[in-house]
């Protein structure tokens, strides 16, 4: 029974179950039909941001591999010779620790903005919004305003509507398979991959370019919000880091209820109404298609369209504005200000974050600062473990892998130490260019019947010559029974 004020309920016939299906009756679906999501443009301060994000994140995507350092591309992950150049610092597979770092810092960082303000890494600046926001501007562009893309669709196919379709298309098909090369061209260095797809070489950069040039327009073009709301992993877990103090987009329901539609010129607080007006253009702006005023969403992703919609729209009837808005449950509930809300900002569980955060951050600096630009690696040469040679003496063989990982050559020197008599009587020194890496074999040799048999640890010491790096590595000399 409804009570005055209360909206009207809606109610649902429920249809008789039949207890066999018989071969005359059509199989229903499984799945709930999904609708395509018409999203109406909008201008407003979140709009504006969004527009920045996509600006700020494609600059530095496409733009970042053109840059050099010196005389090679500033940022590279060339998977081919196993080096990884970032800006100064050249990154080898032993530096793997870095990237875990890198990993963690992020996976904390995104933890951290989740708890304080919900999802805005998804509203702002997550790769499949950025290129769902470029795509649909485009279509916007080709297609016209939500009701003209409407009745374009649900049209037959004129002439316009080829053109248009088509015009769109090919747009969406540049922006993917350009997305895709600058992608790999973070793989493979992007002058000398441009040179081979245009001269339709490489077979293996070929396949991936248009692997994520497919990607790109299959997501941004076609899945889009099914991405967000199925897809996702993030919109599944998200609500563990949530709590009543997050900040999130938030519907005034004593505000805004009963909602209904009015004249300007009376009163409508006479009349029961709230400030909401039900014109749904919160619902028209959305990008994944869903009324905010049915409160808080696993969908919602945070991207404040529906505040500048219903902004708007509180200008024009000169009502207050703030009737969707960011802001906390805690804040909705209790009528908290802007100040009460950033106090509680400040609660346990941020700190925590944030202290974890700074550390790691200070900690993986620091390892970068005093990072020795020099790699070795010692391994052993099986062939000949241990030989007796002229002159009465042992010797034992290895093989050094020798790593400079700075931007000019350095020339390096090789001494050893551990056991008495213990001599190098291969080159002591030689040199490495920039960025390269260099085997060298290294003979060591004791006076024969000076040493027990069995393992004797001996210590490698190699020294840039010139500079205050080097490296120690140990192994074993054997002595034979």
């Not at 499984?30 to 301060?45: C, D, H, N, T, W």
């Not at 391994?379 to 007796?388: E, H």
């Amino acid at each position: 029974m409804n009570t005055p004020g209360d909206k009207p309920r809606k109610v649902i016939p429920i249809a008789p179950i039949a207890s066999e299906p018989s071969a005359q009756q059509g199989s229903s679906s499984l799945y709930e039909a999904q609708k395509k999501v018409y999203p109406r443009s909008i201008s407003g301060f979140f709009a504006r941001w969004r527009w920045a994000m996509v600006f700020l994140t494609q600059a530095v995507f496409y733009g970042l591999p053109w840059l050099e350092w010196g005389q090679r591309q500033m940022v590279l992950f060339d998977l081919g010779a196993r080096r990884f150049y970032m800006f100064g610092l050249v990154l080898y597979p032993q530096d793997f620790i870095y990237l875990t770092g890198l990993l963690i810092i992020s996976a904390l960082s995104l933890f951290l903005f989740t708890a304080v303000a919900g999802r805005l890494w998804c509203g702002f600046a997550c790769p499949q919004t950025v290129y769902t926001e470029i795509f649909m501007w485009i279509e916007h562009k080709v297609e016209g305003e939500r009701s003209a893309r409407v009745r374009l669709d649900n049209g037959p196919w004129t002439l316009e509507k080829v053109w248009k379709k088509s015009l769109k298309q090919t747009l969406w098909v540049l922006i993917s398979f350009w997305t895709g090369f600058t992608f790999v061209g973070y793989f493979v260095p992007i002058r000398q991959l441009g040179v081979e797809l245009a001269a339709f070489q490489g077979s293996w950069q070929m396949f991936w370019v248009l692997f994520y040039g497919l990607a790109t327009y299959g997501n941004a073009g076609f899945l889009r919000e099914q991405v967000c709301k199925y897809m996702c992993p993030y919109a599944r877990f998200q609500s563990a880091m949530f709590d009543k103090d997050t900040l999130i987009v938030t519907y005034d329901e004593a505000r805004g209820e009963p909602r209904g539609p009015r004249i300007k010129t009376v009163d409508y607080k006479a009349k029961g109404l709230g400030d909401c007006i039900d014109c749904t253009l919160c619902v028209q702006v959305c990008p994944v298609g869903i009324d905010i005023r049915d409160g808080l969403q696993y969908e919602c992703i945070g991207c404040g369209l529906c505040v500048d919609a219903c902004d708007s729209v509180m200008d024009k009837m000169h009502y207050p504005r703030g009737l969707i808005r960011f802001s906390t449950q805690n804040a909705v509930a209790k009528g908290w200000g802007k100040a009460e809300i950033f106090r509680h900002v400040l609660r346990p569980r941020v700190l925590i974050y944030t202290g974890i955060l700074v550390a790691l951050c200070i900690g993986m600096l620091a390892s970068l600062v005093v990072r020795t630009p020099l790699k070795v690696d010692v391994v052993r040469d099986r062939a000949a473990l241990s030989r007796i040679v002229a002159g009465g003496k042992l010797e034992n063989i290895y093989r050094l892998q020798v790593m400079n990982a700075t931007e000019t050559t350095h020339r390096y020197r090789i001494s050893a130490s551990g056991l008495d008599g213990l001599e190098l009587v291969s080159e002591p020194e030689f040199e490495i260019e920039a960025a390269q890496s260099r085997w060298v074999p290294v003979n060591l040799r004791i006076p024969y019947g000076s040493a027990e048999p069995g393992s004797h640890p001996v210590q490698f010491e190699i020294q840039a010559v010139g500079t205050d790096a080097k490296v120690r590595e140990k192994s074993v000399f054997l002595v034979p029974r």
